[in-house]
């Protein structure tokens, strides 16, 4: 693009001006034959509309829902004042449906007014459109003297989980007119089917949820109790933790790690909490408040106080661990062990998360 004292020109060859003009003649040929299309079917409805037959007019109401087109709400609104009650109600479901509220207050006057047929497909409307009379509505509805009406009032008012609505359908069942009989056993059973399965659901629900939680103490996660305070600071006496039970199926201890353990101590039932120090293949010694591993000194950020002991030196055999508390000189651990080794096999879980509970 050049410029021309400051201002972009732009340069057309020939055969991009001719292909400009075809795409602009397209365009305006595309538009027409929308806006011709758009006003026939315009001109069409607002005749159906202005038709003597209810019938077609209702038509053209359902016409201009399918199309979906926001540009006839204007025809819709005309549809609002017909003098039949089924078009005034189709015409306040169609508006409802294209984001127009206007509609509402006739679909509460026709359920309240209109004649049986006007007044069962208002209020099969109610509760779809949302008016706030719909309830009063629905429930001077079940005293009206004709059953179908009587029956769709307790249908809608059913689908709000309303107990007068289910005594009316008990009724209907005992009524003269077979097809009512029939939609109020069907959606009575429908109810009871609901209900049944709700509480179905609910039962799922637990007995899922307790398989899990056995599947997850079992072989996934539990709480560990801080029985005493061997693991200060880290951990405090009266604190819980959340323990990894498969991580040591699936890699070997590392390091530093907090671990719960079946200790190996003849006729001790607890489990220990203790943090891994020596891992297998190295030399480990404690003295001078240090402990040394294969002869370097070990960075314990995390201890009380170093330790006032000595131990070892101790070659840590395959598959074994030497563990610490981390309160050193207050911990029944491996330099306090008989056998001071820790077998893998002994091995229950991983600590990873805390949990401490503070008084208030």
Not at 150 to 155: F, H, P, T, Y
Not at 171 to 177: P, S
């Amino acid at each position: 693009m050049e410029t021309v004292a400051g201002l972009p020109r732009i340069t057309l060859s020939p055969e991009q001006l001719i292909l400009f003009v075809v795409l602009l003649i397209a365009v305006r040929v595309v538009l027409h034959l929308v806006r011709t299309r758009h006003h026939r079917l315009n001109v069409i409805l607002e005749e159906a509309l202005a038709s003597e037959d209810p019938e077609i007019r209702c038509k053209a109401v359902e016409a201009i829902g399918s199309v979906g087109d926001r540009t006839f709400i204007p025809l819709l609104r005309q549809a609002l004042g017909d003098k039949d009650s089924v078009v005034r109600v189709a015409a306040a479901e169609t508006l409802h449906g294209l984001g127009d509220h206007s509609g509402r207050p006739v679909v509460a006057e026709v359920a309240r007014n209109g004649n049986s047929r006007g007044k069962i497909l208002a209020l099969n409307a109610l509760a779809k459109i949302g008016v706030k009379e719909a309830v009063p509505i629905l429930y001077d509805s079940l005293g009206h003297s004709d059953p179908t009406v009587r029956l769709k009032a307790a249908q809608v008012l059913a689908r709000l989980s309303d107990k007068n609505a289910m005594e009316e359908l008990e009724r209907q069942l005992g009524g003269k007119d077979l097809t009512n009989r029939i939609e109020s056993a069907a959606l009575l059973g429908r109810i009871k089917n609901v209900k049944y399965n709700k509480i179905n659901e609910y039962i799922e629900s637990f007995i899922i949820a307790g398989v899990l939680a056995l599947l997850i103490i079992s072989f996934v996660a539990r709480t560990f109790y801080i029985p005493s305070e061997s693991m200060v600071p880290t951990l405090q006496k009266n604190d819980y933790i959340l323990v990894n039970l498969f991580m040591y199926k699936l890699r070997e201890p590392k390091r530093g790690e907090i671990v719960v353990f079946k200790p190996p101590i003849p006729g001790e039932k607890r489990d220990f909490i203790k943090r891994v120090i020596g891992l297998p293949g190295e030399t480990l010694e404690v003295r001078d408040g240090l402990v040394l591993i294969d002869g370097h000194p070990l960075s314990e950020d995390y201890i009380k106080s170093p330790p006032d002991y000595t131990f070892g030196p101790i070659k840590i055999p395959p598959r074994k661990l030497l563990v610490f508390g981390d309160n050193r000189t207050n911990s029944q651990d491996s330099h306090a062990w008989e056998n001071h080794f820790l077998p893998y096999e002994n091995l229950e879980g991983k600590a990873i998360f805390l949990l401490r509970l503070r008084k208030l």
